[in-house]
C-alpha cells in the first residue's frame, strides 16, 4: 500500500540553526501539506503546496520556514533559524484531491537546543 | 473562527464494552470531517471522511456518524489494539483545504 514517508525521524539541532525536514508523498497525488505538533497539543497546519506553489499558509509559517518539490517525488520543509519554541514532531501529508482524505507521514520529530 | 472540541479528553473502557467518542465543530461551510487515529509517537493514520448530515461510516468495529454540528465515532466490542488517541478534523469550504484538528480523545482498552 502507497504511503508517506519522512526522513530523518529524529533531528537534533542547536538554536539558529537550518534543518531541512524531507518528504516524499504518495506518487499520484497533487496536494501536499506539512503540519506540526507540538507535544501533548494539537495538530496544527502550517503550509499547503500544489502545483509548485503554496496556496494556503498559516500564521506560524512565517518568513523563517519555506517548501520547495525539487524533484518529481521529494518535498521539503526548511527552517531557516530554528528557534526553541520550533521543537516538535513534523509531519507531512498529501492528498489526490483537495477534498479527499490526507495520509500522513510518520513525521519527524525535531529538538532545538 | 473554526473550532472543533472532542469529549471526553480520555476514556478508558473494558474489553467489549461499547461507547462513542464526541466531536463537536463550528466552521464556515462544512467541506469534510475526517477522523484520524494516532498513535503514541506515530503520524495520524485515515479511518474515516463525512461530507454530508446523515452520512455513516464503518469500518470493522468502528463507526462514523455526521450531523450538521457533531460527528460522533462509535466503537463496538473494543480490543486492547483499539487504544489509541482518535482525532477529529473538519475542512471548510473557505478556500484552504487545510485540516482543523481536535485536541482527541485518548482511548484505553483494558484486557
Known amino acids: 500500500e502507497p504511503e508517506v514517508t519522512q526522513t530523518p525521524s529524529h533531528q537534533v539541532t542547536q538554536m539558529g540553526q537550518e534543518v531541512i525536514l524531507r518528504c516524499v508523498p504518495i506518487?499520484?497525488?497533487?496536494?501536499f501539506y506539512w503540519y506540526r505538533q507540538i507535544l501533548g497539543q494539537k495538530v496544527e497546519f502550517l503550509v499547503s503546496?500544489?502545483?509548485?506553489?503554496?496556496?494556503?499558509k498559516s500564521e506560524i509559517f512565517d518568513d523563517q520556514f519555506s517548501v520547495e518539490r525539487p524533484d518529481g517525488s521529494n518535498f521539503t520543509l526548511k527552517i531557516r533559524s530554528t528557534k526553541l519554541e520550533d521543537s516538535a514532531m513534523y509531519f507531512c501529508?498529501?492528498?489526490?484531491?483537495?477534498?479527499?482524505?490526507?495520509?500522513f507521514g510518520p513525521g519527524t520529530r525535531l529538538t532545538v537546543t | 473562527e473554526d473550532q472543533v472540541t472532542q469529549s471526553p479528553e480520555a476514556l478508558r473502557l473494558q474489553e467489549g464494552e461499547s461507547s462513542s467518542l464526541n466531536c463537536s465543530y463550528t466552521?464556515?461551510?462544512?467541506?469534510?470531517l475526517f477522523w484520524y487515529r494516532q498513535d503514541p509517537g506515530k503520524g495520524p493514520e485515515f479511518l474515516f471522511t463525512?461530507?454530508?448530515a446523515g452520512e455513516e461510516k464503518e469500518k470493522e468495529r468502528l463507526k462514523a456518524t455526521l450531523t450538521k454540528k457533531e460527528s460522533f465515532l462509535h466503537i463496538t466490542a473494543p480490543k486492547p489494539e483499539d487504544s489509541a488517541t482518535y482525532l477529529c478534523?473538519?475542512?471548510?469550504?473557505?478556500?484552504?483545504?487545510?485540516?482543523?484538528f481536535g485536541t482527541g480523545t485518548r482511548l484505553t482498552v483494558i484486557p
Open positions: 478534523a473538519v475542512q471548510a469550504w473557505t478556500g484552504a483545504n487545510n485540516l482543523f
Open positions: 506518487s499520484n497525488h497533487l496536494y
Open positions: 466552521v464556515s461551510g462544512l467541506r469534510g
Open positions: 463525512l461530507y454530508s
Open positions: 501529508a498529501s492528498s489526490g484531491g483537495v477534498r479527499n482524505e490526507q495520509y
Open positions: 503546496f500544489y502545483n509548485n506553489e503554496i496556496s494556503e
